[in-house]
Structures are given as structure tokens and as C-alpha cells.
């Protein structure tokens, strides 16, 4: 078997906003189970693999206890249509980053949660790792 990604797990603002933009980005992304314990959480995704989301904690004070804070520079989503994607996210209103990547092998589209978090939604356009795994010069 092949090493691959199971899950992320990020803290974020807003649980509920967060589930509305990964779900109009990718529709088939469901909500696999959410709970509470010290803060809101919920694994969303698909049966083979999913994002795990928490809410930040509110606090008076500083705590340097890991999953606390919100952060991470961004998740990559393999899609089958970026400019589908794209489109939906633009209709809701999300906020696009400028950086985008469009090549022969591959498309790259960036966008931004209501919590700032960014997400990369790739679409691949070759099945040979070695066209996917090119970078220019």
C-alpha cells in the first residue's frame, strides 16, 4: 500500500462558516462527525479521506498549548473541474488569491475561508506523477 494523506487538522474561526466553504467549494465533502469536548470539531470530507476542523477557543489569556490558535499556510484539494470550483466560490462571494497556476499538466486555483485560511484546489490533467510533479524553472 502507498503512503498517502489521510487528514488535516486545522483550528479555525467559525466551524460553521468553515463547513459552508469547504462544501460550496466541494459539494461531495460531507460531515463525516462533529462533536464538542473543550472546543467544536467536525470531520468533513469523504470516505477516504478528510479535513478535521476545529473552532479556535476563546481565552483571557495566552496559552501555548497545541490546536489552540488558528494557522496554517494552506491544504491542497485535488478536484476534477478548478474552473467549476472556481466559479462556485466566486458566486458565494469568497475571496480569490491571485496566485493561480495554469500548465499544461496542471491547474491551480487559491482561495480564502472566512477565517483567512487559504485553500489550493488542483486540477490534474495527467495521470503520469511525472507530468504532475513538474515544476518549471
Known amino acids: 500500500m502507498s503512503a498517502y494523506v489521510e487528514h488535516a487538522n486545522i483550528t479555525v474561526a467559525d466551524l ?3 463547513i ?3 462544501q460550496t467549494a466541494v ?3 460531507t460531515v463525516r462527525h462533529q462533536g464538542q469536548n473543550r472546543y467544536r470539531w467536525c470531520h468533513i470530507g469523504t470516505e477516504h479521506s478528510y479535513i478535521a476542523l476545529q473552532e479556535v477557543v476563546e481565552r483571557t489569556e495566552p496559552d501555548r498549548t497545541p490546536y489552540v490558535d488558528v494557522g496554517i499556510n494552506h491544504i491542497g484539494i485535488v478536484v476534477d473541474d ?3 470550483v472556481e466559479q462556485r466560490l466566486l458566486a458565494a462571494g469568497y475571496r480569490a488569491n491571485e496566485l493561480s497556476e495554469d500548465s499544461a499538466y496542471r491547474r491551480r486555483v487559491y ?3 472566512p477565517s483567512g485560511t487559504e485553500w489550493e484546489f488542483i ?3 495527467s495521470a503520469d506523477p511525472a ?3 513538474h515544476y518549471p524553472e
Open 111 to 113: 482561495f480564502f475561508d
Open 16 to 18: 460553521d462558516q468553515a
Open 27 to 29: 459539494p461531495e465533502f
Open 131 to 133: 507530468q504532475r510533479n
Open 20 to 22: 459552508v466553504f469547504l
Open 82 to 84: 478548478s474552473h467549476a
Open 123 to 125: 486540477e490534474y490533467f
